[in-house]
């Protein structure tokens, strides 16, 4: 077996033959309603009028630049050194 030319998405390192390699998934879907603090506290009224006004703003929105706006999707591939670092902050915080 050849040694495979795969690297590591993250720290770019090749991975060994014998390494495990990681899939990151991200899935990144707009939340209709903006501000959970806000969504506590409005009625279901409102909170229709919320979700009409949302709706009529993605019609303007041109179909092949609304995927970007509402749906995302990653798929990575990282080493099991970078696996770690994500997985202990997955979100980046500081
Ligand atoms: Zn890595």
């Known amino acids: ?8 998405d993250r720290c770019k390192k090749g991975f060994k033959s014998d390494e495990i390699a990681w899939r990151i998934f991200l899935s990144l879907t707009a939340d209709p309603v903006l501000g959970v603090n806000e ?4 009625s279901a ?6 979700l009409s006004a949302l709706l ?3 019609a303007m929105i041109p179909e092949d ?8 999707e990653f798929a990575f591939l990282v080493c099991s050194k970078c696996r770690a ?3 202990a902050n997955p ?3 500081r």
């Open 91 to 93: 979100l980046q915080c």
């Open 65 to 72: 630049m609304l995927e970007d706006q509402v749906y995302q």
């Open 56 to 58: 009529d703003r993605i």
């Open 85 to 87: 670092i994500l997985a």
């Open 39 to 42: 969504y506590a506290n409005l």
């Open 45 to 50: 009224v409102q909170l229709d009028g919320r």
């Open 1 to 8: 077996m050849g040694n495979l030319t795969v690297k590591c």
